[in-house]
């Protein structure tokens, strides 16, 4: 069975600080990968994905995340924080092999940033 | 394109009482999934539709719950003598396969069990 874990349920960075949320998941083949963000109050809003090709991937907001699959990770980075990345980030799988399916979510890091 | 909506927003309601929540999801996705999630906790998967068809339904689901998508357009997620442990954000979301499993997610309706 797939799972998701998600490394400290609350980090707190400084305005411009870079910002690491991780996030390790189990699977017994390579899922896809997928960040998600809540505003409050918002529904769940997809940063990035990892389906297949460049490990290291691109997302919204000058976010990006990379896929090893030698430490089963897919940590998300961001250079320097501002304060509207202040949210709730969600780490998901779902099955390849479902052609996606539904999403396991790990329990979710709210990110606070200081001024 | 509008996204995915879900109606009504927030739902308050007394222990006993049965509930039905609609999601309408983007007009050219296939999948429909409906998700729960409580304060702090990462979104669990309910059940999910390809077109009419529910493929899949979480064994955590009890028989109180019961979702249909008749036609493949809309789907509604019913709850029968609600509980007070139900009281949850219920999210709907849609995708379209086979393009990679981005799943498309609606504001969600916010269950209060009094």
């Known amino acids: 069975a797939q799972s998701v874990t998600q490394l400290g349920s609350h980090v707190s960075v400084s305005e411009g600080a870079l910002v690491l949320l991780r996030c390790n998941y189990s699977s017994s083949v390579p899922p896809y990968l997928f960040w998600y963000v809540q505003y409050p109050n918002q529904g769940l809003q997809l940063l990035l994905k990892y389906t297949t090709g460049a490990t290291l991937v691109k997302g919204i907001n000058g976010f990006e995340a990379e896929f090893k699959k030698s430490e089963t990770s897919f940590h998300l980075t961001k250079p320097s924080a501002h304060m509207s990345d202040a949210a709730e980030y969600f780490c998901?799988?779902?099955?390849?092999?479902?052609?996606?399916?539904?999403?396991?979510f790990g329990q979710g890091t709210e990110l606070s940033v200081k001024p | 394109d509008t996204g995915v909506s879900q109606d009504p927003r927030h739902k308050i309601t007394k222990r006993g009482q049965n509930v039905t929540f609609r999601c309408d999801p983007i007009?050219?996705?296939?999948?429909l999934y409906w998700y729960r999630q409580t304060l702090g906790q990462g979104p669990e998967f309910l059940t999910y539709?390809?077109?009419?068809?529910?493929?899949?339904k979480s064994r955590l689901l009890s028989d109180r719950f019961s979702a249909e998508r008749p036609k493949g357009s809309f789907s509604t997620l019913e709850i029968q003598r609600t509980e007070q442990g139900d009281s949850a954000m219920y999210l709907c979301?849609?995708?379209?396969?086979?393009?990679?499993?981005?799943?498309?997610f609606g504001p969600g309706t916010r269950l209060t069990v009094l």
């Open positions: 979301a849609s995708s379209l396969a086979p393009t990679g499993g981005q799943q498309f």
């Open positions: 998901a799988v779902s099955d390849r092999g479902n052609q996606g399916g539904k999403l396991i």
């Open positions: 539709f390809q077109n009419e068809a529910q493929l899949e």
């Open positions: 007009s050219e996705h296939n999948r």
